[in-house]
Nanobody, 124 residues
């Protein structure tokens, strides 16, 4: 059973960089055709894919966030990390990591494993 666990700060100040890590157990992030995604849900809004990294290390970004976003991985720790720079209050959301289908425009049902989510609040 694949399990994902997000970790990172719950509170970030405006203009700072948010860094979140997803630790994966029960499966490898290098397993063929696996795609590891960061998704967020702002309060009162729907899910939004932020970025994903493929089993081979290729990266893909939501165009609306691409200039501020970086996704990377540490295969030795079976982790992948999201960095979102110059955050503002509109980046306040619950952030999830999940294993998905390798598309940014995917429905929630297309992700087969999810972390529990971590609340991130951007506030001074």
């Amino acid at each position: 059973q694949v399990q994902l666990q997000e970790s990172g700060p719950g509170l970030v100040k405006p203009s700072q960089t948010l860094s979140l890590t997803c630790t994966v157990s029960g499966g490898s992030i290098t397993a063929d055709y696996s795609y590891w995604t960061w998704i967020r849900q702002p309060p009162g809004k729907g899910l939004e894919s932020v970025a994903y990294i493929s089993y081979s290390g290729n990266t893909y970004y939501n165009p609306s966030l691409k200039s501020r976003t970086s996704i990377s991985r540490d295969t030795s720790k079976n982790q992948f990390t999201l960095q979102l720079s110059f955050v503002d209050p509109e980046d306040t959301a619950v952030y999830y990591c999940a294993r998905g289908p390798g598309r940014l425009r995917a429905g929630a049902y297309e992700y087969d494993y999810w972390g529990q989510g971590t609340q991130v609040t951007v506030s001074s």
